[in-house]
């Protein structure tokens, strides 16, 4: 558990639970639902901010990387 000083004492530290990218991959999760469920969620919300004109090539490559890792758990099922 990760620890923050707060006014009265020490309080535990909110961590998101979305996979991080470090090097080009991804950290492990323990539950392989729940890295689906959420690699699922970035891509929708990828998809909203989606532009019609001008698109950027970072966005174009940060959805094929979350589709490809998606499959990988999928097939790993």
Request: aromatic letters at 6%.
């Amino acid at each position: 558990m990760v620890l923050q000083q707060g006014g009265g004492g020490f309080k535990p530290a909110v961590l998101s639970k979305r996979p991080y990218i470090i090097g080009g991959g991804y950290m492990k999760t323990n539950n392989a639902e729940q890295e689906i469920k959420e690699l699922e969620a970035r891509i929708a919300d990828l998809k909203k901010r989606w532009p019609a004109h001008s698109l950027r090539p970072a966005m174009v490559q940060e959805l094929e990387e979350l589709e490809e890792r998606l499959e990988e758990l999928k097939r790993e099922r």
